[in-house]
């Protein structure tokens, strides 16, 4: 299912089940962007639904994935990684198991060997300060469209065009 209806459904169920009248929902994907293949690309949509009206008002925030796979040397490679991206976490695969979540060398190490290192950034919300950033300006992308009404029937939504 494409994200803009994945988005719409959890917003959906947000307000079903919670009761309320609204519904949040938020989904992200990585890949695709304007250069498939060339540029690894993040999308973040926040979802609005408002049960009353049956209007699902969706903002987005999108661009370039500001990190990838890293190969690491050694011990001082993995201080300074961790130094560069506090409160990121990471995920090692080793020996058949994977682990996510690592977020200290400590972490790392007990689940580690031998050099040199592979790990790859934990995208999953929770984990990842950088993902936060990017669902932060989809929020706002939200509240910008929320704020905005259409002068003939005052829905919001409504974005003049630039010219």
């Not at 494409?2 to 919670?18: G, T």
């Not at 008002?57 to 506090?86: C, F, M, N």
């Not at 190490?109 to 790990?119: D, H, I, K, N, Y």
């Not at 950088?130 to 910008?144: K, V």
């Amino acid at each position: 299912m494409p994200a803009p209806q994945v988005v719409r459904l959890k917003a959906i169920l947000a307000a079903d089940l919670s009761g309320c009248g609204l519904g949040l929902g938020s989904e992200g994907s990585f890949g695709g962007g304007p250069y498939p293949g060339l540029l690894p690309w993040q999308q973040e949509l926040v979802a609005l639904f408002n049960h009353d009206t049956g209007q699902c008002v969706t903002g987005v925030a999108a661009g370039p994935a500001p990190l990838g796979v890293q190969q690491l040397a050694d011990e001082p490679a993995l201080a300074l990684l961790l130094s560069r991206y506090p409160g990121q976490g990471w995920i090692v695969r080793h020996a058949g198991l994977t682990c996510k979540g690592l977020t200290t060398a400590a972490q790392i190490l007990e689940r580690v060997s031998a050099w040199p290192l592979t790990l790859e950034p934990d995208w999953r919300a929770m984990h990842s300060p950088l993902r936060a950033q990017r669902i932060r300006a989809a929020a706002d992308n939200l509240a910008q469209r929320l704020a905005a009404h259409c002068p003939a029937c005052q829905r919001p939504r409504f974005l003049a065009r630039r010219r």
